[in-house]
Structure formats: C-alpha cells, structure tokens
C-alpha cells in the first residue's frame, strides 16, 4: 500500500474519489441509519472546490481509502475519512490518519465521525484520540468529536 498526497482538481481521479467516497458514506449511513451525511451527496464540482488537502491509499494501482483535512497554525482537522467497503478492515484507515498525526507536527488533530458509528470510533479511540463530546448537528443526526494532542 502506497500513501501519498494527492489533488483531485477533476478528471478520472476526481471521479474515481467521489465514487470512493459514496461508497465508504454509504456503509456508514447505513450503521448510523441516517443518510443525512453531507459528503454522501456531494457533487463531482463539490468535491472538487472544497478547500481540503487529501492523501490517497494506494493498493495494486486502485484508489483503495482516502483522508481529506483542513489545517492551521494550531490544528488540523480531519474532514473525512472514506475506505472502500471491499478494503475494510485491512488498516488502510488506520495508516491514513498515523500518516496525517506525523505530518501534523505536534499539533493537535481533531476529528468527528456519526455517534453510532462503532468501527470509526474504535479507530479513533485506539489510535489516541480522546472524546471532546456528542452534538446534535440536525435533528436527530448526533455526530462524536475527538482530539489527539501531542
């Protein structure tokens, strides 16, 4: 598996991320049973013009996950974490998220992900990352944040 960064300005990377990205949200509307998510419906123009860097899990040549953040001086925020659903439980989200704490410097990295979302809590929760509280976002769609300090 190869980790990189990339920049899906459009093209056949871009639409190979939005597929990714449908698929893995997909999975997780389905343990959250809600399919309220933002990025689950976000266009090809969307997803492109956000303002997020991404690294890309790379496996025999496939887009197999992906982690898109948003960083400052003080912190850097995962945006998003997708993992193909036929490459689950192979590590590929927990490499993303070791690659993105090491480039992030000793800064603290925080993270939210569906309250009702055990596996991604369990990544999180064994990598370091420590509870900061549950928030109702929109009604009856409740999302979990986390921190990792160094």
């Given at each position: 598996?190869?980790?990189?960064?990339?920049?899906?300005?459009?093209g056949?990377?871009?639409?190979?991320?939005?597929?990714?990205?449908?698929?893995?949200?997909?999975?997780?509307?389905?343990?959250?049973?809600?399919?309220?998510?933002?990025?689950?419906?976000?266009?090809?123009?969307?997803?492109?013009?956000?303002?997020?860097r991404?690294?890309?899990?790379?496996?025999?040549?496939?887009?197999?996950?992906?982690?898109?953040?948003?960083?400052?001086?003080?912190?850097?925020?995962?945006?998003?974490?997708?993992?193909?659903?036929?490459?689950?439980?192979?590590?590929?989200?927990?490499?993303?998220?070791k690659?993105?704490?090491?480039?992030?410097?000793?800064?603290?990295?925080?993270?939210?992900?569906?309250?009702?979302?055990?596996?991604?809590?369990?990544?999180?929760?064994?990598?370091?990352?420590?509870?900061?509280?549950?928030?109702?976002?929109?009604?009856?769609?409740?999302?979990?944040?986390?921190?990792?300090?160094?």
């Amino acid at each position: 598996m190869l980790i990189t960064e990339i920049s899906p300005t459009g093209g056949s990377l871009a639409a190979e991320l939005l597929a990714l990205q449908r698929a893995a949200y997909a999975v997780e509307a389905e343990l959250i049973q809600d399919d309220r998510i933002p990025p689950l419906h976000e266009s090809l123009e969307e997803l492109v013009a956000a303002p997020l860097r991404w690294l890309a899990a790379m496996d025999d040549g496939r887009l197999a996950g992906a982690l898109a953040w948003e960083e400052d001086s003080d912190e850097v925020d995962i945006d998003r974490l997708v993992v193909h659903p036929s490459a689950h439980r192979r590590g590929i989200g927990r490499a993303l998220v070791k690659e993105l704490v090491s480039r992030a410097g000793g800064r603290r990295v925080v993270v939210s992900t569906g309250r009702d979302n055990a596996p991604a809590r369990t990544l999180y929760e064994r990598l370091g990352f420590t509870l900061t509280g549950e928030t109702e976002v929109i009604p009856g769609l409740w999302i979990t944040s986390y921190a990792l300090t160094a």
